[in-house]
């Protein structure tokens, strides 16, 4: 049976979707429903969690009564709602374009948002609770558990929080029959290594009473370790800055356009000339037809080949094939990416640099890399 940690209360009922949507550390969900609000408190009464809500108003919003005074109604701009700012004294200030923005006496809409930040040593103490009736175990590390199910030690590993990276290293796993348990799932199947033998779960589904450790864990014993898999020494999980997944949006508010979307932020990101989003932020840049085509393809891996760029086939930035004497032109336009991504509002914290010596361009991201010079 499931620990009575993990059932839901009498009458009540969660979406595994709401509870999956705010198992993400640093999720923010614009105009959260009264399902994903309970998921969220119901998450938070099991030490998963915890979280905060803002209020703000949107800089050019089509329904609000000054939008036609707005200097620019491309602007994506949120402002944010503060007790110890004076609207009369021109607190409130876009972030974006620098207008100034009065909420109340414009009668602007207010949006809520909710900020979500996952508690490692809750979903480790909340893991250990569902192994009481697995059998014998033991704490190898935080996120790792080793279980004996049958006279077969089988291991536990919580992904997302495990703070010893052997344990994620996949000729572990061929050795000892490993439950890999990922918490993230929006970016989780994308880090998870691509290979049909690794045991995986997902604690929304552990969460929503849908699977039970023990037995995923009982069958990992039967079935033991893989024996016809080779033996490399590779990670199974990539931990490190969440991979970006990629879209394109071309519509954008003016004068009487549909009003914006005020569904919560997903794992998508969002290009277009006037705005790159990124795992659920935006910045506001100005990007020419070739740069948004060279990010199409180098935003959603940390390197990638020349000749993915030079391909006329696949709608790639130039469309004659790679050649060395197209270096210096490849680097110089990394370097106006580079400037652009720097500049924008607020700044993209990434840098794209040439590998030395090598045909790749290499993706950087990080705080650090606003202040570094990308390589050659």
């Known amino acids: ?143 790792v558990f080793e279980v004996e199910v049958n006279n077969c030690t089988v ?66 014993a039967r079935h033991g370790a893989p024996s016809s898999t080779q033996n490399l020494s590779v990670a199974v999980y990539q931990s490190g800055p969440p991979p970006i997944r990629l879209g394109v949006s071309t519509d954008r508010c003016v004068d009487n356009a549909a009003k914006p979307s005020d569904e919560g932020d997903g794992p998508e990101g969002v290009l277009s000339p006037q705005l790159l989003r990124l795992n659920g932020r935006d910045h506001a840049c100005d990007l020419t037809t070739q740069e948004i085509a060279f990010l199409k393809v180098a935003l959603l891996q940390n390197l990638t080949p020349l000749h993915a760029l030079m391909n006329g086939t696949n709608g790639a930035v130039w469309k004659e094939p790679y050649l060395e004497s197209k270096r210096p032109a490849v680097r110089s336009m990394l370097k106006r990416v580079n400037a652009k991504l720097s500049s924008a509002s607020p700044p993209v914290p990434m840098a794209f640099g040439l590998l030395r010596g090598q045909d790749f361009v290499e993706r950087r991201m990080g705080a650090s890399v606003l202040r570094m010079k990308p390589a050659e």
Request: proline content about 3%; glycine content about 8%.
């Open 155 to 220: 291991r536990l590993c919580v992904i997302d929080i495990c703070d010893d990276k052997r344990y994620l290293a996949r000729d572990q796993a061929r050795v000892i029959p490993t439950l890999f348990l990922c918490v993230d799932e929006y970016s989780g199947e994308d880090r998870l290594l691509k290979e049909d033998w690794l045991d995986r779960a997902w604690l929304a589904d552990v969460v929503c009473g849908n699977e039970r450790l023990s037995e995923r864990l009982g069958n990992a």
């Open 1 to 143: 049976m499931a620990s009575p940690s993990s059932r839901l209360k009498s009458g009540s009922s969660l979406s595994r979707d709401d509870v999956a949507t705010v198992l993400r550390d640093g999720a923010a969900v614009r105009q959260p429903s009264e399902g994903l609000l309970r998921a969220v408190k119901h998450l938070k009464s099991l030490g998963l969690l915890t979280y905060s809500t803002r209020q703000f108003v949107r800089c050019a919003d089509p329904l609000d009564s000054d939008f036609r005074f707005a200097r620019n109604r491309y602007c994506t701009g949120r402002v944010y709602l503060e007790q110890a700012l004076d609207e009369g004294g021109h607190d409130y200030r876009c972030p974006e374009c620098e207008r100034p923005v009065f909420p109340g006496r414009s009668s602007k809409r207010r949006h809520d948002e909710l900020r979500i930040t996952l508690k490692s040593e809750g979903v480790h103490a909340f893991v250990a609770k569902q192994l009481s009736g697995a059998g014998r175990w033991r704490e190898v590390c935080t996120g």
